[in-house]
């Protein structure tokens, strides 16, 4: 990964959060993707008074990513929520976050801080037996 550790991607995630749309949660937060080239793509999450429709901030930077056309290369995701314990992907975003990661072979490093709090988990470690792209064939 080009220049991009835990502690800017997590500063990233946390710069993030700042946009999150959460009237109702009030539980804004941020998440960073680092690529393989050094970008890195952030999301923020936003809500939606219908609570199913509402979308996690590593949904949005999953959807940004492939709409600038990345496909694979994820090298490592930061989230960062609010309080002192560390936020991890829910199960919707880490089955996101494989497939992306799928696609170029990687296995990414998942970073969580909020507060002093941290944690640090491989995305397969997170997602056992990942459903993904080769499991249509």
Partial sequence: MTGTGRDPLLAAARKAAEHAY??????????????????VVTGANAENASYGLSLCAEAVAVAKAMNEGRRGGL???AIAGPGEEPVMPCG????????????GGS????????????AEQRLSALLPLAFGPDSLR
């Fill in 22 to 39: 959460a009237p109702y949660s009030r539980f804004a937060v941020g998440a960073a993707l680092a690529f393989e080239d050094g970008a």
């Fill in 75 to 77: 090298m490592a995701v």
């Fill in 107 to 118: 296995d990414p490093l998942v970073w969580s801080g909020s507060g002093q709090a941290g």
């Fill in 92 to 103: 919707r975003c880490r089955q996101m976050l494989s497939e992306m990661a799928q696609l």
